[in-house]
C-alpha cells in the first residue's frame, strides 16, 4: 500500500511539474487538453444528492451436515447415521441477508430516486442513506430488468438535493466523467476518468447501449450517477469487466437517453410501454449483402414477420432488409429493437426497405409490446422412417427433394411448409459450414419462391451468371420458423 501511495505522488508531482512549464506557453489550450486541475467543487456540490441504497430480504436456510458416504453393513454406519440425524435435527430457519449500492435524486421534491434493479431486486425492505447522515425508507416505484433500472420513492420532511439528467448523445470519447457511489460500502467515494468508448452491447440485454468508462467502479457503485462536467448526469453505472472483482478501468454505463425514456414510463405507469413492430431479424453480414447486390453490410434483414402484428399490416415480407427506421439509418442489427421499443405505442413511422435490389418505403404503425411473449416452442418431433425417396438433385453441396407425405414423416415436417426438403449436406461443403441440415426446407433462392429442386438449381445458375459468390437462402425448419442462409456457390 505505502509503495502505491508513494508512486502515486511521484506521478502527481512529474505531472504538476509537466503543467507547470506548459502552462506559461499555452495555459487554456494545456487545461483543455491535460483535463480538470481539480473537481472539488464539483463534488462538494453534486454529493448530497448521491445516496446510498442498503437493501434486506428475508431466505430461508436449512441447516445441514452432510452425512459421509460410508460401506452398506459397515460397523460406523449405525454411528454416523445416529450423530448426524442429531446435527440436522431441527426446521429450517429464516436469516436476513443485505447487500449496498448507490443511487441519486432526480426530483427532490417528490423523493424520486433512481438506481439499478439488480441492487434492489427480492428486497423486502429498502433504505436510502444520505450524506449528512438520514436515513429514509423507499418505496419501490417501478422496475425494467430489460435496461437494469428502478425508480424509489422516498418521503422527506423538506425538498433533497438532486440532479438533472444531460445529454449522452453530445458526449465524446475521451470526454473527461465522474462517478460518484457507494463502492464496498464505502460512501461518498468520487472517481474521475474519461469516456473510453460508447454503444458497447455486452450481451446482458436485448437494449444494450452502454457508455464505457476507466472511471473507477466497483461493487456497490451499481445504480450510481456517472456526471459530466457540468454536473448532468450522463449514464447509470451498472456493470464492470473484471476477473477480479475489483475495476480494471472497465466499466458501463446506462446512456441518459435511454435511462430518462425509461424512468418517465416507471413513474407514469409502473411499468415500461415499448413499441413493437413485430418482426424477427438477423444480422446483414458481409456475405448476405454481397447475395444481395448491397455495396455494404449495413441494416437489419427480415428473417420472419408475425401473422398478426404491425409489421405484417404494412405488408414487410421476410427478405426485406429495413435500412431505415423513422428517419434513423440502421446501421447494425441490434439498433433496430432499441429503436423501435424507443418510439411511441400507435405511432406511423416509416420504413425503408431494400425489396429485391429496389427501395420501398412502408409505414407502420407501432403495436404495443408484451413483455410476457407466448412461447413459441419447437417440442414436435418426426420420428424418422423409411419412406421411398423422391427423385433427388444435388447442388451446393446438398441432396434435395421435394416435399412429399414421406418426407414429412420421416423430418418431421409440418403440413403448412412447403418448399424443397434438403436430404443431405455433403461435409466440408459451404451448406455444412453454414450448419444447414438434412430436414431444412429452401423456401427461396435470392428471394425468389422455389418449390421443386430444379427450381433452386435454376436460380443457382442465374447466379452464377450474374457473378454472384453465394446464394442467398430462406430455410425454414421443420415448424416453420424462418432464417436467411447465404451459400457459397462453388465453381
Do not use: C
Amino acid at each position: 500500500m505505502a509503495f502505491q501511495f508513494f508512486r502515486r505522488n511521484v506521478r502527481s508531482m512529474a505531472v504538476a511539474a509537466m503543467l507547470g512549464s506548459a502552462v506559461s506557453l499555452q495555459p487554456a489550450a494545456v487545461a483543455n487538453a491535460q483535463g480538470p486541475v481539480s473537481v472539488a467543487d464539483l463534488a462538494e456540490s453534486l454529493g448530497d444528492a448521491v445516496v446510498n441504497i442498503s437493501t434486506s430480504q428475508t431466505v430461508q436456510a436449512q441447516r445441514s451436515v452432510p452425512m459421509p458416504q460410508v460401506p452398506d453393513g459397515s460397523p460406523f454406519q449405525e454411528f454416523f447415521e445416529e450423530f448426524f440425524n442429531k446435527q440436522n435435527k431441527g426446521e429450517d430457519r429464516a436469516r436476513r441477508v443485505q447487500s449496498l449500492g448507490s443511487g441519486f435524486v432526480i426530483d427532490g421534491t417528490a423523493g424520486i430516486i433512481i438506481t439499478n434493479n439488480h441492487v434492489i431486486e427480492g428486497a423486502d425492505e429498502i433504505t436510502a442513506n444520505f450524506n449528512d447522515g438520514t436515513k429514509l425508507k423507499a418505496e419501490l416505484i417501478g422496475t425494467d430488468e430489460k435496461t437494469d433500472i428502478a425508480v424509489l420513492k422516498v418521503t422527506p420532511e423538506t425538498p433533497l438535493k438532486d440532479v438533472s439528467f444531460g445529454d449522452s448523445d453530445a458526449i465524446r470519447v475521451g470526454d473527461w466523467v465522474m462517478a460518484i457511489g457507494n463502492p464496498f460500502g464505502l460512501g461518498g467515494t468520487v472517481t474521475v476518468g474519461i469516456v473510453s468508448a460508447q454503444n458497447r452491447d455486452i450481451n446482458s440485454g436485448p437494449y444494450d447501449n452502454f457508455i464505457q468508462t476507466d472511471a473507477s467502479i466497483n461493487r456497490g457503485n451499481s445504480g450510481g450517477p456517472l456526471f459530466d462536467m457540468d454536473g448532468n448526469v450522463i449514464g447509470i453505472n451498472t456493470a464492470i469487466i473484471s476477473p477480479s472483482g475489483g475495476s480494471i478501468g472497465i466499466g458501463f454505463a446506462i446512456p441518459a437517453k435511454t435511462a430518462t425514456r425509461v424512468i418517465a414510463q416507471l413513474r407514469e405507469f409502473g411499468e415500461t410501454r415499448r413499441g413493437w413492430l413485430g418482426v424477427r431479424i438477423q444480422e446483414v453480414t458481409d456475405e448476405i449483402a454481397e447475395s444481395l447486390g448491397m455495396d455494404e453490410a449495413y441494416g437489419a434483414l427480415v428473417a420472419g414477420v408475425s401473422d398478426d402484428g404491425p409489421a405484417a399490416a404494412a405488408e414487410i415480407e421476410p427478405g426485406d432488409v429495413i435500412l431505415e427506421f423513422d428517419g434513423q439509418e440502421v446501421e447494425t442489427m441490434r439498433e433496430l429493437p432499441r429503436m423501435v421499443a424507443e418510439t411511441a405505442i400507435g405511432k406511423a413511422v416509416d420504413v425503408l426497405v431494400l425489396r429485391k435490389g429496389e427501395e420501398v418505403t412502408l409505414q407502420v404503425t407501432l403495436g404495443r409490446l408484451e413483455e410476457v411473449a407466448a412461447a413459441e416452442t419447437d417440442e414436435e418431433e418426426g420420428e424418422a422412417g423409411e419412406p421411398d425417396a423422391p427423385e433427388q438433385k444435388e447442388v451446393l453441396g446438398m441432396i434435395l427433394a421435394e416435399i412429399d407425405d414421406a418426407a414429412r414423416e420421416e423430418f418431421g415436417i409440418e403440413e403448412d411448409v412447403t418448399g424443397v426438403v434438403v436430404k443431405q449436406v455433403a461435409p466440408g461443403s459451404s451448406a455444412e459450414e453454414k450448419r444447414v441440415q438434412a430436414g431444412d426446407v429452401i423456401k427461396e433462392v435470392a428471394q425468389e419462391p422455389v418449390a421443386t429442386p430444379e427450381d433452386v438449381i435454376e436460380q443457382v445458375e442465374k447466379l452464377k451468371e450474374d457473378g454472384r459468390r453465394s446464394a442467398l437462402l430462406l430455410l425454414s425448419n421443420q415448424t416453420g420458423e424462418l432464417r436467411f442462409v447465404p451459400v457459397r456457390i462453388e465453381e
